[in-house]
C-alpha cells in the first residue's frame, strides 16, 4: 500500500512539477508521511517522500531539509546530504553551525570531504531581502528584550549596600591558606525585579513606580511591533524564508526564546518565522483574529502549519448552550506520560501494577464536544496530521531525537501512590492511548 501510495506521490508531483499551489494539499501531507516513516525508523521511505514533497514545489523548508538530510546520511546517500544541506545554507543557516549541530558534527568528523563541502559553503550568499529582515529583527528584539529604566539614586544605595553584606555573608574560608576569600560571587543588579531584604516603605514606592514605567514601555514596545509586522504584510505579503531568510534571533535577555548554538538542534533557526514570533510574543493585536491570514499564509507556504499555534489567538470554539469555550483543534494532539510509584513494601496483585517503578502510561487529551473525526477534519484542513499521527509523533519526540519533527507534544507527570487500591482507581479512570 505504501509503495502504491508514494507512486501516487511521484505520478503527481510530475504534474505539479514547481507548482507553487495550496501547500495544504501538495506538501504538508506528503511531509507527514515523512516524518511518520522516520518515527517507524524507515529512512528510505521518508526519504522518498521527502523527494516527492520537495519536487511538488519551488519553496520547501528548512526544516524538512535538514531531516531529509539526515535521512539522507543514514542511508548512506552522502552526495543527497551535501545537496540538502546547501539548501539550508541558501536560507541563511550560518555554514559553521553544520559542524556544531547535534547529528551533523559527528558526519563533519568521519567524512573525508567535508572540509571541502564547508569550504563551498562559505561562498555561499543567500539571495534574501535583508533590510525587511532586519526590520524585523528590530521589532522582535523590541518585545522580547526587557526594557531598561534606570533606578533612581536611592534604590541603587540601598541594593548595593545590600549587596556588600551579602558578599560578606559569603565569605568562607580557604582550606589551604586559611584566608577568607568570596565562595559566591554576588553581582550588583541595576534591575527592577530584585526585592531585597526589608526595603523602606519610601523605596517600595519608588520601586512600584518604576515598574509601572517599565511595564508602560513594555506594553508600547508591543504595540508598536505588531503595527510595524502588519504593515510589512500588507506590502510585502507573509514574509517566509525565501523573502527573509531563517532568522537570527539576539535573545539576550529574552522573556521568550532560549537559544543556544550547541543544544540539540538550531530550533529557533529552523523551526521559526520572525512575523509568526512577532505576533505570538505579543500580547497586543488590536482586536484582530489572525487566524485568516495564518491560515492563508500556510496554504501559500509562508509558513508550516504548526506556526499557527504560536500565535495566541488561534481561534476558540463557543459552546452555545454553557458559553465554554473549548480547545482550538490546532493545538490537539497532546499526551501525559504518567509513571505511577508505590511504597517499596507494596506489592500489588493486579498484573497491570507490576513492574510499577518502570511501568508508564500515556494518557491522551480530553477532546471536549467533538469527535476525533470532526477534530481530524478540520485539522487536516490546514495541513495538521491527525490526532493519531501526533500522538505517534509524542511518543516519538518523549526521547532525545535529532530530528525536527512538528505535532504532538507530551508532557511528563510522576505521582507517588498511597495504595494499590488508589493506584487501581486511577488507571480506571483515565483513558489510555497505549
Known amino acids: 500500500m505504501k509503495k502504491l501510495l508514494l507512486s501516487f506521490i511521484f505520478l503527481f508531483s510530475c504534474r505539479v512539477l514547481f507548482a507553487q499551489g495550496d501547500f495544504t494539499r501538495i506538501y504538508h501531507p506528503i511531509i507527514n508521511s515523512a516524518e511518520l516513516a522516520i518515527v517507524d525508523t524507515n529512512y528510505y521511505e521518508a526519504l522518498d517522500y521527502y523527494k516527492a514533497a520537495f519536487d511538488n514545489v519551488k519553496k520547501p523548508f528548512a526544516k524538512d531539509y535538514y531531516n531529509a538530510a539526515i535521512c539522507a546520511a543514514m542511508v548512506g546517500k552522502m552526495n543527497t546530504v551535501f545537496d540538502y544541506l546547501e539548501k539550508i545554507v541558501e536560507k541563511g543557516y550560518p555554514s559553521d553551525s553544520l559542524r556544531k549541530d547535534a547529528f551533523f558534527k559527528y558526519v563533519a568528523d568521519t567524512c573525508k570531504v567535508w572540509k571541502k563541502f564547508e569550504s563551498q559553503m562559505r561562498l555561499v550568499k543567500p539571495s534574501i531581502n535583508r533590510e525587511l529582515r ?195 483543534f490546532y493545538s490537539m494532539g ?13 506489592n500489588c496483585e493486579n498484573r497491570l501494577l507490576q513492574g510499577k517503578d518502570d511501568k508508564k502510561f500515556w494518557k491522551k487529551e480530553q477532546l471536549s464536544l467533538y469527535s476525533e473525526a470532526e477534530i481530524n477534519e478540520k485539522r487536516l484542513d490546514i495541513g495538521l496530521e491527525t490526532l493519531a499521527d501526533a500522538y505517534k509523533k509524542a511518543f516519538f519526540k518523549a526521547h532525545p531525537r535529532v530530528f525536527i519533527i512538528n505535532g504532538g507534544s507530551y508532557q511528563t507527570e510522576l505521582s507517588y501512590v498511597s495504595s494499590c487500591e488508589v493506584l487501581e482507581k486511577m488507571l480506571k479512570e483515565s483513558t489510555f492511548v497505549r
Open 134 to 328: 532586519d526590520s524585523l529583527k528590530v521589532y522582535h528584539a523590541l518585545i522580547t528584550q526587557e526594557p531598561y529604566t534606570p533606578l533612581t539614586a536611592e534604590l541603587r544605595t540601598f541594593y548595593k549596600e545590600y549587596t556588600k553584606k551579602l558578599q560578606d555573608s559569603v565569605m568562607v574560608k580557604d582550606r589551604k591558606t586559611g584566608k577568607k576569600e568570596v565562595f559566591t560571587q554576588v553581582i550588583f543588579p541595576d534591575s527592577l525585579t530584585y526585592f531585597y531584604g526589608k526595603m523602606p516603605e519610601k523605596l517600595i514606592k519608588q520601586l512600584d513606580s518604576l515598574r509601572k514605567i517599565n511595564d508602560l514601555k513594555t506594553s508600547n514596545n508591543m504595540r508598536l511591533a505588531v503595527h510595524k509586522a502588519l504593515n510589512f504584510i500588507d506590502i510585502y505579503g507573509f514574509p517566509d524564508e525565501s523573502l527573509i531568510g531563517l532568522p537570527e534571533f539576539n535573545t539576550k535577555h529574552s522573556r521568550v526564546f532560549r537559544f543556544n548554538i550547541y543544544r540539540q538542534n538550531d530550533y529557533p533557526i529552523l523551526d521559526r518565522n520572525l512575523a509568526v514570533s512577532i505576533l505570538g510574543g505579543s500580547l497586543f493585536t488590536y482586536g484582530k483574529d489572525l487566524t485568516p491570514m495564518l491560515i492563508q499564509a500556510i496554504r501559500d507556504g509562508k509558513i508550516p502549519p504548526h506556526q499557527i499555534n504560536r500565535v495566541g489567538n488561534a481561534p476558540l470554539e463557543t459552546n452555545n448552550s454553557n458559553a465554554e469555550k473549548t480547545p482550538n
Open 334 to 346: 497532546n499526551v501525559k506520560v504518567l509513571q505511577y510509584r508505590l511504597d517499596e513494601n507494596l
